[in-house]
């Protein structure tokens, strides 16, 4: 074991449970560790604060209020397009994500809210907006990051969620 501690431009691996309102939200386990770059705001604030210093093996939990996760939940943060604008209307379903570009050109993922005969309500709120969550997390590995990842802000396992086209991560095809 290690006593390197988890600080800023190192790649941290770790397993969680998160628990939102009582009920498992999601997790990582031993065989699919969640991986990021600590000081690089992929994962929320409150969690990586809470992991600065650990070390390999520390098993902990950690309960995170809104504004140190998602941000509170924004009631004006809904907004409300005609069904003309959005191409694929007629195949929409409440609770489904769809991305809208505005007059900017800028993409914001949102949900579906509601469905009229002229429009649909699209929720852009984080889906953990208002939510406090809870950890249970243990440290698996830590590394330090090399020059890629600390340009790209993330470790190379998320470069596919990052869009990193132009890297060749082969080395993450499960598909042997």
Same mark, same amino acid.
């Given at each position: 074991m290690t006593?390197?501690? %988890?600080?800023?431009?190192? !790649? !941290?691996?770790?397993t969680y449970v998160l628990t939102v309102d009582g009920e498992e939200a999601s997790r990582a386990n031993a065989d699919e560790p969640l991986e990021y770059l600590h000081g690089a705001e992929n994962i929320v604030p *409150? +969690? =990586? $604060? $809470?992991?600065?210093? /650990? /070390? !390999? *093996?520390?098993k902990f939990s950690v309960t995170i209020a809104p504004d140190d996760a998602y941000g509170d939940y924004d009631e004006d943060d809904i907004d409300e397009f005609p069904r003309s604008e959005i191409p694929g209307a007629e195949n929409l379903e409440i609770g489904m994500m769809v991305e809208i570009e505005d007059e900017d050109g800028y993409v914001d993922v949102g949900? %579906?809210?509601? %469905?009229?005969?002229?429009a649909v309500i699209v929720d852009f709120n984080a889906p953990l907006a208002g939510k406090t969550l809870k950890f249970d997390v243990e440290v698996v590995a830590i590394r330090a990051a090399d020059e890629e990842e600390l340009d790209h802000g993330h470790p190379?396992? +998320? $470069? &596919?969620? @990052? *869009? &990193?086209? &132009? &890297?060749? @991560? =082969?080395d993450y095809d499960d598909e042997e």
């Open positions: 006593s390197q501690t %988890i600080q800023n431009d190192m !790649v !941290v691996s770790l *409150g +969690l =990586e $604060a $809470a992991l600065t210093g /650990k /070390k !390999v *093996g520390d949900m %579906i809210k509601e %469905i009229t005969p002229q190379h396992s +998320l $470069a &596919d969620f @990052y *869009g &990193d086209e &132009d &890297d060749d @991560y =082969e």
